[in-house]
């Protein structure tokens, strides 16, 4: 929809400009006219669907567009025009009860989501015009309007920033609600812009709007009065999006260049269409079948009719006249009539009762995961959500997993675990005092313990307080504010210093300027040009800050250089053992590398921190080289690296940091018993690679035997022209590892622990994938994506790093639509997450510390991972189980129920007579029928709850669709031929002789349909109660309730002669059935009969059965033994 | 169902509700523990195995196995006989009569059909006729009646329902009763004649009430009530059925069995579910408890044939039958029960040994794991 309306915003024209010109405070813009003015959309948010005017015939034609409901209508249509043998009543009332019931539905819905754009397109915002600040709904705001946006409100479209408040002019903004960083980024103002914005008179080149955060090139000319135009780029970091906060600035200005729905956020934003389960597409697959018997049964019919007819004295025996106008009709018309009247007579065989019977079952059954204690997570305060009941099924066939990692995968809250100085350990918990601070676990014991290390601990802890790039935010309330998480007051500190928050672009800094914290140096504060810090003395140190050296991937470390009060000038520099450990001298690195590498291995974040003392000529000749390089315009990237690089050189390595990101609860038990349910777990993180492999081994997502395959930007290497055949060689060589060195029956949905070869983990990142998914488009570019998909899915797992949300979202739909279009689902707690929550067959959002972007655009919404498990493994289990019985249950009946009428035309001359009666046919699948399977499958619990916790492995029994595949479709329909042909047969041949009564008197017509219908609510009845694993009261209330109500009803029915009716055709039918004992043999001889093969088939099928359960039973074990037979 | 995208979200200005103030409203959404919210309602938890299958066959076989022999026997013992007098051959009495049939004859065609019984019916004795290839089940026919008229409703006596077209008016007056299926009834007249050894023929006495059920005799059906008890001023201003010879106040002489009430009427109104059925024509009741109701002889069936079967192929049959606790004779239900039962006891039986076997080979497997 998002793209359609687009497209319309753009005219045809527009399309073709590669770049929009903005006209900065268009007020008063003389040049306007210079330019052909664009048109750009206004800043509305439109989500909804419908307007009052169009929901009348949108809704209805989106209704009838389901094939369903089409059937009825024209099954509705054909009995009020044509003269059939029911009463349009019987299939129009549910029809109609249906369509309303669902347009109030979606009409409510539809309000909701008008009501949600209005609240943000009435926002009120300041916007400045002609050099006032006028007050303004967000609506209205212009392309090129000059906006003015306070600390913590959001920026209400796509902003270039102008001017801040703060006097660096850098303001600060969180992305949470955008792509789930939570973290502050610090933005600039346009080089050169005038400090009073209202005089400013710019113009802005921009490329048109695309989806890509990171991305924005453009250009502004700034006219000043009496100067010549200054011309400024722009880059992403000018760019301040729609959705993102502001914070720790008081105020910005900022003009606006993409409103509405062109915003970046808007355009990340797939509509959400809507989801549809396997289970729906099984259903009308069977559908389908049906209507194929449905139409083949009314033609045969109508065929055999015209031809019965055209023996000697058929058509109108003299007892039997047409009536005039039957006589008048053209033999064609006829013909089409007749066939139509028999579609009606058959079209129960497709009961508008069951597209009831799912929603409700749907509807109702959700509530149980809302209602499941197990979900209630007491630090959220809240249990599951359940955002959409059409998916409770898919729950149970999932495939693939997509997770995201922080947040979901991990806590999201880093926490200081221990560092070590100069090869020796210090354990944070233990180091509370001076004296008793180091813990020689392992380290070297030496005697001069205290002395050396004393100087540098110091040192060590000072680098820690000044290498960050972390504010100091006072006063906050240490609380969730706006979706952003401020950084939490851990258990172990408690002092009265936590009460000011630290705020930085990693959590890991935060824990490390924490860790440093507790270890006797706080970090104060900082401005722009210093850095305070209190050191063990409870003295303030103050630091000059003359450059940081931001961190970057590549690097993957940081550095800042600091002045400190004597005057010395320091670099200090953090980042990973692989990026420092080639800059510091080598006898250094071999005492602390033990260390690193055994933190390592336990998960944690690592950090090595080493400094550089520089001397004055140094320091003139690095900062000349680094103002000199911050100012080019061109390539300014690369000539900063440069410097960097030959700055971070000849560095003392001081020592290193473990940083742990907790797992969430149990997260590795549930990925293990997820894997074990024969389900894929992918990780999609925005996240560093090493972070997230990290992550992945401690979740045992990857393990120490995994070989990883790595298509990272690291391992393509630089230039652009050559990474490309680099990609492929890479993709052909693992492709031949992979794919072709391990037997082919590996892939599908065994896990690789099934076969002795060698586990395979993929790593991929985000620009790699972005070549993989738009290389060349000459065919080549399928052909990498082919490979790619072939890998990774013979991996046991994939982690994708540094993904875009959209990326994460086209990964998801890259497997989506692989081969045998695998279930798919994606778990995130971020608003980076929604893309790939809404792209994936399931979405499920964890009720994180990232807002609740997520939890609203997801199916499902769990407190914690770790309930992922029971969802999956319990309730998506028992909901397919359940409503794949009730699928197969409901076609079976009512094939029973409509091949008796069927058979019946053959004895009456094809003459559309029902065999049961009115109330009968409306009946049936209404209330005789309907209860017991409802009740079914809502509490049915085929295998208990505890088992299917504690046995992964059943999971991988439904997986696939298994009970609606076209196997036991098949067995179903077999078996309602079986039951219909046994009840109409047997009843004729009862009613071979119809004085059944012992008094000589005879039976009709509508006896012989009851007897039928009564064998039939029996039956149909009985055999769900066989197949009821598990008999709550409710069942046993429903079942015979049912079937009580049945004899009610018709006693009643028959006992009365009803005012309204045309023809009392059932008058004490039912009970003179009842007083004829061969009515009642012949009842219970059919019954038995047509369960027989069910109960035959149980008592065959059972030591397959506990074999099976045997096995399933012993897999978790199996599993051991199997491991350990491969050690 | 949330919304493509919940616009209300981008400010995240809501996410501030979630303060302290709403704790408490909070703190309420912990599910319930109860059992049914936690989906452990206690469950009996039946599991069919053979073990609970196996005596369920060998029950079903030893209950349906005598069930079956009782019926087999009952039904062998039911008398029956049949005659067809459709009249269709050349040698059949009735030939005439079907071959020069017009439906304003004004002279009956009459014919006699003589057969004996080998043995006597004992007991009452039910006298059918059976009509087949009569389609009373089409749906035409089912539908063309009205029976708030058979009711008695005096408004549906003067407007019958537009269902008994083309059988609705005559000549402008309203047909009672209206409707094709009124408008067919059987109106063979069949009477049963005893031949003595000694040359004597005496008539049977033939029963014609207690042949339609009870509850349609007295409720479904009812003459019309007016002023007058005379049948015939109330159905004054009405029509006979097109092809009756007499109007249906004139069925018959008894006022009990007269009118909308008349038996003959009741039970043709009741449509066959088959094209080929029997209806209950007459009871011969059993009068002395020392001779039997029809004696072993020689008998004759006298037709007055007025109903055209020819023209539709159909066929034309006297059935005399008694009667059991099960109805008819019907060796179906019999063979049916014994067949069935049979079957059960030998599934149960295989059944037994295949779990033998089996039972005792998995639980070797067992072991040796």
New interface residues.
């Given amino acids: ?2 793209r359609r309306r687009l497209t319309c915003l753009f005219g045809g024209e527009e399309k073709r400009v590669d770049s929009r010109t903005i006209h900065a405070g268009r007020g008063s813009s003389p040049v306007a006219d210079a330019f052909p003015q664009q048109k750009f959309c206004d800043n509305r ?1 439109v ?3 419908y307007t009052i005017w169009n929901f009348l015939p949108k809704n209805l034609f989106e209704q009838f567009r389901r094939i369903a409901n089409f059937y009825f209508l024209i099954i509705f249509l054909v009995q009020v025009i044509v003269d059939t ?1 029911t009463s349009p009543v019987t299939s129009g009332l549910p029809l109609f009860f249906v369509i309303t019931v669902t347009a109030i539905k979606q009409g409510y ?1 539809d309000w ?2 008008h009501k ?2 209005n ?3 009435k ?1 009120p915002v300041t916007v400045l015009e002609d050099g006032k600040r006028v007050g303004k709904e967000s609506e209205k705001i212009k392309v090129g309007d000059v906006v003015e946006v306070l600390e913590d ?2 920026f209400p479209c796509d902003l270039v920033l102008l001017q801040s408040s703060r006097d660096d002019d850098t303001c600060f903004v969180t992305t ?2 955008l792509d789930g960083e939570s973290n502050h980024k610090t933005h600039y103002t346009v080089p050169d812009t005038v400090k009073d914005v209202e005089s400013l008179h710019a113009t802005i080149e921009c490329e048109q709007p695309q989806p890509d955060l990171y991305k924005f090139v453009g250009r502004m000319h700034i006219r000043r009065d009496g100067q010549e135009t200054a011309v400024r780029s722009l880059g992403p970091e000018n760019l301040l999006l ?2 993102a ?1 502001l914070k720790n600035t008081k105020k910005i200005y900022g003009v606006a260049v993409y409103t509405g729905m062109e915003t970046k ?1 808007a355009l990340n ?1 797939q ?2 269409s809507q989801k549809r389960s396997v289970v729906e597409k099984s259903i009308n697959a069977f559908l389908i079948v049906y209507l194929c018997l449905l139409v083949s049964k009314a033609f045969v019919c109508t065929t055999l009719k015209y031809v019965w007819q055209n023996q ?3 058509d109108e ?8 106008q ?1 006589r008048d009709t053209n033999l064609y018309l006829k013909m089409f009539t007749d066939f139509l009247s028999f579609m009606v007579l058959f079209n129960f065989i497709i009961p508008v009762s069951m597209y009831v019977t799912v929603e409700m079952q749907k509807f109702l059954g959700s ?2 995961i ?4 197990d ?2 997570d007491p630090e959220v ?3 599951a959500l359940v ?2 009941s059409d998916l409770n099924e898919e729950l149970g066939q999932v495939e693939y997993i997509f997770t995201d990692k922080t947040g979901t995968l991990t806590e999201n809250n880093m926490e200081f675990i221990e560092c070590c100085i100069d090869g020796f350990q210090y354990k944070n918990h233990k180091f509370l005092t001076e004296t008793d601070g180091l813990c020689e676990t392992d380290g070297p014991i030496t005697i001069t313990l205290n002395k050396a290390p004393e100087e540098l601990e110091e040192l060590f802890l000072r680098a820690l307080c000044l290498c960050h790039t972390v504010q100091v935010k006072e006063s906050q309330p240490v ?6 998480v401020l950084d939490q007051v851990d258990g172990f500190s408690p002092s009265p210093e936590d009460q000011c928050a630290f705020i930085a672009s990693s959590p890991d800094e935060v824990a490390l300027v924490k860790g440093a914290m507790t270890h006797g140096f706080t970090f104060i504060g900082s401005d722009s040009k210093s850095m305070k810090i209190r050191n063990r003395d409870n003295r303030v140190e103050v630091y000059e800050l003359l450059h940081v050296l931001n961190f970057d991937p590549v690097r993957r470390r940081m550095s800042v250089i600091v002045k400190s009060e004597s005057g010395e000038v320091l670099l200090f520099c953090k980042g990973a053992d692989s990026s420092i450990f080639p800059r510091v001298r080598k006898e250094e690195v071999d005492r602390i590398r033990v260390h690193v590498e055994r933190d390592a291995k336990e998960g944690y974040r690592t950090l090595c921190v080493a400094y550089k003392r520089l001397g004055n000529e140094d320091f003139a000749r690095v900062d000349a080289e680094l103002r000199e390089a911050r100012l080019s315009l061109h390539d300014r990237e690369e000539k900063l690296m440069a410097v960097y690089n030959q700055v971070e050189t000849d560095m003392i390595l001081i020592g290193a940091t473990a940083v742990e990101d907790r797992l969430q609860d149990r997260a590795a038990e549930t990925m293990e018993a997820l894997q074990g349910a024969g389900m894929k777990v992918w990780v999609l993180t925005g996240d560093k690679m090493e972070t997230a492999k990290s992550t992945c081994y401690a979740c045992r997502l990857f393990q120490r035997g995994t070989e990883l395959l790595e298509l990272t930007v690291g391992a393509l290497g630089e230039g652009e022209g050559k990474r490309e055949e680099r990609l492929l060689e890479l993709l052909l060589e693992y492709h031949k590892r992979v794919v072709h060195d391990t037997p082919p029956s590996k892939t599908g949905l065994h896990r690789t622990w099934s076969s002795p070869g060698q586990d395979y983990g993929l790593i991929v990142d985000g620009a790699t994938l972005s070549l993989l998914l738009n290389a060349s488009p000459d065919g080549t570019g399928s052909h990498y994506k082919n490979l790619f998909l072939k890998i990774c899915q013979s991996c046991t797992s994939v982690l994708c790093c540094r993904m875009a949300p959209l990326q994460k979202a086209q990964i998801v739909r890259m497997v989506k639509s692989s081969k045998g279009s695998p279930i798919t689902l994606s778990v995130g707690d971020g ?1 980076n997450d ?1 893309s790939m929550i809404l792209e994936a067959h399931v979405g499920i959002g964890i009720k994180g510390k990232e ?3 997520a939890v ?3 199916d499902y919404a769990i407190p914690k991972l770790k309930h992922l498990k029971k969802l999956l493994l319990v309730h998506g289990h028992l909901y397919y189980v359940r409503i794949a019985h009730l699928v197969q249950y409901f076609f079976y009946k009512n094939l029973c129920f409509i091949l008796p009428q069927f058979l019946y035309q053959f ?3 094809y ?3 029902p065999l049961y009666d009115a109330a009968y046919l409306t009946m049936y699948n209404i209330c005789f029928t309907s209860m017991p399977i409802l009740a079914y499958s809502l ?1 049915e ?1 085929h295998i ?2 505890d088992t299917l916790l504690d046995h992964a492995a059943l999971y991988r029994e439904v997986a696939k669709n298994a009970m609606l595949r076209w196997g036991p479709f098949f067995y179903w329909t077999m078996l309602g031929v079986f039951h219909g042909l046994l009840f109409f047969f ?1 009843v ?22 009851t007897i039928v219908f009564t064998i039939l609510v029996f039956t149909v009845t009985i055999k769900l109660a ?1 197949d009821t ?8 209330f429903v079942i015979w309730g049912s079937l009580a109500f049945y004899i009610l009803f018709s006693f009643f029915w028959g006992g009365i ?1 009803w005012p309204f ?4 055709r059932l ?2 039918v039912f ?2 059935m009842l007083s ?3 009515a009642w ?2 009842i219970m ?1 059919l019954i ?2 047509s369960l ?1 093969p069910d ?2 088939l ?3 099928r ?2 397959r059965g ?2 099976t359960r045997q096995i399933a039973a012993v897999t978790p074990l199996s599993y051991k033994h199997l491991k350990e037979r491969e050690w | 169902m949330a919304s493509g995208y919940s616009a209300k979200e981008e400010d995240g200005h809501h996410s501030g509700a979630l303060g302290p103030a709403g704790g408490a409203a909070v703190r309420s959404r912990k599910p319930d523990n109860t059992a049914f919210k936690q989906q452990r309602l206690p469950a009996w938890q039946p599991i069919l195995t053979a073990g609970t299958v196996l005596p369920a066959f060998f029950i079903i076989g030893l209950l349906f196995i005598p069930i079956g022999i009782g019926l087999y026997v009952t039904s062998n013992n039911i008398r029956e006989l049949q005659i067809d007098y459709t009249g269709t051959e050349s040698s059949s009495p009735c030939f005439a009569c079907s071959q020069n049939y017009s439906w304003n004859m004004t002279t009956p065609c009459v014919c006699s059909v003589s057969f004996s019984l080998d043995q006597p019916f004992e007991s009452n004795v039910f006298m059918y006729y059976g009509l087949s290839n009569f389609y009373q089940n089409h749906r035409r026919y089912v539908k063309s009646r009205d029976d708030s008229q058979l009711n008695g409703n005096l408004n549906s006596l003067k407007e019958p329902s537009k269902e008994c077209e083309p059988y609705r008016t005559n000549d402008g007056k309203p047909i009672a009763p209206c409707g094709a299926i009124a408008n067919s009834l059987f109106n063979d007249t069949l009477a049963l004649y005893y031949n003595d050894p000694n040359g004597t023929e005496t008539q049977i006495q033939l029963v014609k009430r207690g042949i339609a059920w009870w509850t349609d005799k007295h409720v479904k059906f009812r003459n019309p009530v007016g002023d007058d008890s005379n049948l015939t001023a109330i159905f004054q201003g009405t029509a006979k059925p097109v092809n009756w010879q007499k109007p249906v106040y004139e069925l018959d002489s008894d006022p009990e069995n007269n009118g909308f009430i008349n038996e003959d009427l009741i039970v043709w109104m009741r449509t066959a579910a088959l094209p080929t059925f029997r209806k209950l024509y007459r009871i011969i009741e059993k009068n002395s408890s020392t001779s039997p109701t029809l004696p072993r002889g020689n008998y004759t069936l006298k037709i007055t044939y007025n109903y055209p079967v020819r023209s539709f192929e159909g066929r034309k049959r006297m059935i005399l039958s008694t009667i059991s606790w099960m109805g008819g004779k019907n060796p179906f239900l019999g063979i049916a029960y014994i067949t069935v039962g049979s079957i059960c006891f030998f599934l149960g039986v295989v059944l037994l040994i295949i779990h033998h076997k089996y039972g005792s080979r998995s639980s070797s497997a067992d072991l040796t794991h």
């Fill in positions: 929809m998002w948010i989500s909804s669907k043998p819905e909701l989501r949600a754009d609240e943000v397109n926002y409100e959001t949470a609600s729609k959705g906060t956020m934003y509509g959400k000697h004295g058929q025996p003299w007892y039997n006249p047409k009536t005039q039957e509530f149980f809302t209602w499941d204690k979900f209630f305060q809240e249990g955002n959409t609380d969730e504010i706006d979706g952003v608003a929604v807002g609740r972007q609203r655009n997801s004895y009456c001359g003459s559309q007579l509490f619990q208990s709850i047997g004729y041949c009862v009613f071979s002789n119809p004085a059944l009564l012992p008094s000589g008197q005879v039976f009709g017509n509508w006896t012989f349909g066989l694993r598990h008999w709550t009261w409710i069942n046993h002669t009716l045309e023809q009392q008058y004490f009970i003179n004829s004992m061969s043999l012949a001889l038995v009969l027989l109960v035959l149980v008592a065959l059972r030591p506990r074999n």
